[in-house]
């Protein structure tokens, strides 16, 4: 199994930007479908992003469309989050995960490697 480790959170004002790294090691990288989940205190852990494989194709969840960028470097065994235009409500702990041979689902079930996640904290 792939192992993977976050990076790049901390705590920005509303409307600036981070940007989230993951990065991969102990498997054939651009095999793995990547994602990026979040979990707000008291709620669910919930899709925000994939990108897929060997095409890399992305899906957002609907309230980061526009804002959040994912993407891969099958180079560098490294997946990316860029998060513009931050909100309160996207205060979360931010997972990253690995799907062999997915095609970037946005149900966390199928995937199989987490990160030990990233806090991101936008004051209200």
């Known amino acids: 199994q792939v192992q993977l480790v976050e990076s790049g959170g901390g705590l920005v004002q509303a409307g600036g930007s981070l940007r989230l790294s993951c990065a991969a090691s102990g498997g054939t990288f651009n095999r793995y479908a990547m994602a990026w989940f979040r979990q707000a205190p008291g709620k669910e852990r919930e899709f925000v992003a994939a990108?897929?494989?060997?095409?890399?194709?992305?899906l957002y969840t609907d309230s980061v469309k526009g804002r959040f960028t994912i993407s891969r470097d099958n180079a560098k065994n490294m997946v990316y989050l860029q998060m513009n235009s931050l909100k309160p409500e996207d205060t979360a702990v931010y997972y990253c995960?690995?799907?062999?041979w997915g095609k970037g689902s946005l149900r966390s079930v199928d995937y199989e490697s987490w990160g030990q996640g990233t806090q991101v904290t936008v004051p209200s």
């Open positions: 995960a690995a799907d062999l």
């Open positions: 990108i897929s494989r060997p095409l890399p194709t992305t």
